[in-house]
Every structure is written in structure tokens, then in C-alpha cells.
């Protein structure tokens, strides 16, 4: 079985070809991962392929292979991506207490994340168990926004585009192969589109951070696009919202770190933290916990 990844799904793909001892192929766009995402596919024994290309690359060669090799093609043209994806729809729904959230935000790169949750939400819907569809918002960086730019032109219609290198690389997609699926369940619940910048996603995952979520910059995306939303009127103060967080922040340590040091190109970082570097003296390390406890108090009055 072989795959396409901008890091994620060939982690998960080698991971379960591992159990199921069948051979994993992953191409993957060279030096568009981090270290954290390419370790799992090599951990796992999948035959991996460092492309020097961008994900759209990887997409027409894995493609191609496929087509021509008897190779079961595992990226979202197939049903396997797809109809498992779907469950998180279910989930949710059962998380919520079988009640269906008003929006479900989902960060958009190839758009099977955006496909699936829908189909999920309409499957219910069809089998009886929800009597209503969530609006969908997709969220997409700025520097890859094929589908945020149909979104401008009503979907009448669709360009690919050359997508720009954005911190948030997993949904670094210019031509996203689950575009027309996306659009017709975008179209079915209400949907719209919205964008990110680099330095609206680095600070909306930064404040994510700070209520103990530990989260991606594609999480943060959705979640910049949470805020914009929720500032325009969009979504109502009462709304109920699911974000769909789509990557553990410990798979991009390099952002976080980054972000911290204040060495993010375009990102003002504000919620910055820094380790405070003291001797090991009690009177010094008193002082300084005192001092940040004492301007915590004020902050909060
Ligand atoms: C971390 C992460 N976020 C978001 C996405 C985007 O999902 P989709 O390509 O289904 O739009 C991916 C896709 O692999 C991903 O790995």
C-alpha cells in the first residue's frame, strides 16, 4: 500500500501496514516534514521515499505508481481514507451527548478531512440517529488557499494553485484531490471557508497552548479562524463549536520552540514564554517567583 503525505497520513498508514505485515511505500515531500513525523513511518518499516517536490508532486507520482503497479493507492480518492474518517463525525456526536454541534471547524489541505466529516454527519442523519447538520467552516492558511479563493467566487469556480511554504506544512496543498467532494458537502451544510496568516495561526495555537492543550499549527488555523468568525458575527456567543485538532504540538517542536524564541519569520509572538536562567541560589530564586507571582495577582485584578 502506498501513499502521498504532507507527514501524518504516512505515519498512520506505516504504523497499520505494520501490524497487518504488509508493506508500506510513502512519498513524502523532502524537507517539508518535520523530524517528529518522519521518524514514525521509518520506525514502522515503510519504504520511504524523501521527494524532492511539494506534496502536489508526491500526489501525481504516488498516482501514477499505483495506477500502473497492482499498489493499493491509501490517500482519499480511495474509499478506505475516506469511510474511516467518517467516524469522527460519530464521535463527536456521541462526545456531545447524540446532540449535534452548531459549527465543527476543520482545518483544509487535500479537503478528505472536510469530505468525511460531512459524509459522517449525512450518514447519521439518513440512518435516523440526528435530526440536524452542523455548519462546516474549513480552515486554510493563507499560503495554500485554493479552496478559500472558489470560496470568494461562490464555488462557480476552481484554480490549483502553487502553495507557498506556511508553518502549518501538513495542509501545504495546492491542488487537493477531495476539492469537488469538498465543495458539495460545503454546499449541503452552509459551509464557508476562511483563511489564516502565518502569524494568526502561531499566536491562536500559542493561546490554545495556554488552556493545556498541547496543539498544531494546523489546529491552529481552525482555531484562528475560530476567532474571525466568532468577531464577525458568524458564530453567536451561545454557538456550541467543535475544532477539529488534527496533530498532536509535540509532531512540530521545532514551531513551538521557534515560536518562543521569537525566530518564526512573520510571526509576532504573543504569548511568548522564556525559561528565566538563574544560579541555584534560594534568596535569587525566591525573588523572581515572588516578583512573577506578585504581577500575576495584578494582572488578574
Ligand atoms: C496535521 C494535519 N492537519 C490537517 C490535515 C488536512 O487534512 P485534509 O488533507 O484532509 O484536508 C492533515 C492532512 O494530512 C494533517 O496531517
Same mark, same amino acid.
Given at each position: ?23 508500506? $511505500? ?12 518522519? $521518524? ?26 499505483c495506477?500502473?503497479?497492482? $499498489? ?91 502553495a507557498?511554504?506556511t ?13 469537488? #467532494? ?9 459551509g ?12 491562536? *495555537? *500559542? ?16 482555531? *484562528? ?6 468577531e ?7 454557538? =456550541? ?14 514551531? #513551538?520552540?521557534?515560536y ?13 514564554? =522564556?525559561?528565566?536562567e ?12 515572588? =516578583? ?10
Amino acid at each position: 500500500m502506498a501513499c502521498a503525505s504532507t507527514g501524518d497520513t504516512s505515519a498512520s498508514l506505516a504504523a497499520y501496514c505494520a501490524v497487518a505485515g504488509i508493506q508500506a $511505500i510513502v512519498f513524502l515531500p523532502r524537507n517539508k516534514v518535520s523530524l517528529a513525523q518522519l $521518524i514514525q513511518p521509518l520506525a514502522h518499516g515503510a519504504l520511504t521515499l524523501a521527494l524532492d517536490t511539494d506534496f502536489d508532486g508526491c500526489m501525481a507520482l504516488v498516482q501514477e505508481m499505483c495506477a500502473r503497479h497492482n $499498489i493499493y493507492l491509501a490517500n482519499s480518492m480511495n474509499s478506505l481514507r475516506l469511510e474511516g474518517q467518517k467516524t469522527v463525525s460519530i464521535e463527536i456526536v456521541q462526545q456531545f451527548d447524540w446532540e449535534v454541534p452548531d459549527w465543527v471547524i476543520i482545518p483544509g489541505g487535500n479537503l478528505g478531512n472536510v469530505s468525511a466529516l460531512g459524509n459522517g454527519f449525512l450518514l447519521m442523519r439518513d440512518l435516523g440517529m440526528i435530526s440536524k447538520l452542523p455548519r462546516i467552516a474549513c480552515a486554510q492558511a493563507e499560503r495554500a488557499n485554493p479552496l478559500y479563493l472558489s470560496y470568494l467566487k461562490g464555488f462557480r469556480e476552481f484554480h490549483p494553485i502553487q502553495a507557498k511554504p506556511t508553518l502549518a506544512s501538513a495542509i501545504q496543498i495546492g491542488n487537493p484531490v477531495s476539492v469537488q #467532494k469538498a465543495i458539495r458537502i460545503l454546499k449541503e451544510f452552509d459551509g464557508v471557508v476562511e483563511q489564516a496568516s502565518e502569524d494568526e495561526l502561531a499566536n491562536a *495555537a *500559542a493561546r490554545a497552548d495556554l488552556t493545556g492543550l498541547f496543539n498544531c499549527p494546523h489546529t491552529g488555523v481552525a482555531l *484562528a479562524v475560530l476567532f474571525k468568525l466568532v468577531e464577525r458575527g458568524y458564530i453567536k456567543r451561545h454557538d =456550541r463549536v467543535v475544532v477539529i485538532s488534527t496533530a498532536n504540538g509535540l509532531k512540530f517542536p521545532e514551531f #513551538k520552540i521557534k515560536y518562543h524564541e521569537a525566530r518564526l519569520a512573520d510571526v509576532t509572538p504573543r504569548y511568548r514564554n =522564556r525559561p528565566i536562567e538563574l544560579p541555584a541560589d534560594y534568596h535569587r530564586v525566591r525573588d523572581v517567583v515572588l =516578583r512573577a507571582l506578585d504581577a500575576r495577582a495584578a494582572s488578574l485584578h
